[in-house]
């Protein structure tokens, strides 16, 4: 007899921590002998995200092009891809991290349409506790203008858990008022305090999403056009670059510079960083070896995840960089730091092969189930 795969979506906005929790979660599935499918998500292909998980050693699909309430059908693919490859007794889905309306768009159809395969989880929307206490005006410092944070409040509007993430960089006294004003903001909604990064507060998350069934009640208002809005008002970059040098270089060090000249040349003009990270892969190295580097805010400091025990002399570099900008400023920026970076590492050589600088379209769902569809809230 077939048993139906457990579907799992972990959303939240740009750098709340998506990845790291999925990594954490495909992890723990596997030390308990599940088999574990991953489908990752972006408005252009050449993603982080997806190298990162690979790297890990689960079987990833990527959806490009659109977020998956706009690609259902490509979701649907991706599922049944990994399916036929490796049969997962578990999906997680990663979306965009500037799309909200998941409930009504994704989770809702996937069960009225393909309700015989996949029993759903709760939706979680973890949230960057810094971040999140400057939206709701708890403290000062960069933050989006009212469009972008009206994305950022409807993810957790929909969301049936909301998770603290990486609860380590606030204080208890700072991370109890966050907890307040989300549970008095989102009555009907769980709230978890994580961390992630130090693989703390996930178990009772993890057991969540495993154990309970996603709550059913009417999708929420979404006005459209203010959604469209704040996604065009963020600009996208993802870029690939070859970097090749005579003598062995340090690329950790490398991409700690390359961020830095980045984010300082951004601070300059007034830009507020949504997320920003890069991986780099060497070529001399074993197989799924890698560095990275990950930064969340304009006034953060860029952080290596994943750091490299060996000089490099050549590998490929993948950049994806959004923030609330003009996409060319963005272009401009990662060119400039690039070359800067670059001539303090003497014989290395630095060549773009691919760039998709952009706005993101208007999200135009393929299916959106309840009557509430394209209200206006406000």
């Not at 978890?192 to 057991?207: I, V």
Request: charged residues 25%; contains cysteine.
């Amino acid at each position: 007899m077939s048993t139906k795969a457990r579907y799992i979506m972990i959303g939240g906005f740009l750098g709340a921590g998506k990845t790291t929790t999925v990594g954490r979660l495909a992890k723990h599935l596997t030390d308990q002998g599940l088999r574990v499918g991953l489908i990752t998500n972006d408005q252009a292909g050449g993603l982080v995200d997806t190298k990162l998980l690979r790297g890990q050693g689960y079987a990833t699909e990527e959806i490009a092009g659109g977020c998956f309430c706009c690609r259902f059908n490509t979701l649907v693919d991706a599922a049944n891809k990994l399916s036929d490859q490796s049969k997962p007794d578990v999906f997680i889905a990663e979306p965009v991290g500037s799309c909200t309306d998941l409930v009504a768009t994704v989770t809702y159809p996937l069960r009225r349409m393909y309700g015989d395969a996949f029993t759903i989880a709760p939706l979680s929307v973890l949230v960057d506790p810094v971040r999140a206490r400057r939206v709701f005006g708890l403290d000062s410092g960069g933050s989006f203008s009212s469009k972008v944070a009206y994305i950022f409040k409807k993810q957790l509007e929909e969301a049936d858990i909301i998770v603290i993430s990486k609860s380590d960089l606030i204080s208890d006294a700072e991370r109890e008022e966050l907890h307040t004003v989300l549970t008095r903001e989102f009555p009907l909604a769980d709230i978890l305090t994580a961390s992630p990064r130090q693989e703390t507060g996930l178990t009772d998350l993890f057991a969540q999403l495993m154990t309970d069934e996603q709550a059913r009640r009417n999708p929420m208002a979404v006005d459209y056009e203010v959604y469209a809005d704040g996604e065009a008002l963020l600009g996208w970059l993802n870029a690939t670059i070859t970097l090749k040098a005579t003598d062995e270089f340090d690329a950790n060090a490398f991409l700690r510079a390359l961020a830095t000249q980045v984010q300082t040349q951004l601070q300059s003009e007034g830009t507020e960083i949504a997320h920003f990270k890069m991986t780099y892969s060497p070529d001399d190295g074993i197989a799924g070896e890698l560095a990275s580097i990950n930064l969340v805010r304009s006034d953060y400091i860029p952080e290596l995840g994943m750091e490299l025990d060996e000089p490099s002399e050549g590998g490929q570099l993948i950049v994806n960089l959004r923030a609330e900008a003009d996409p060319a400023t963005l272009m401009q920026a990662v060119q400039s730091g690039l070359t800067l970076t670059t001539a303090s590492f003497p014989t290395l050589i630095a060549k773009l092969e691919h760039e998709e600088h952009f706005r993101p379209g208007k999200p135009t769902p393929t299916h959106r189930d309840g009557a509430l569809e394209q209200a206006s809230d406000s």
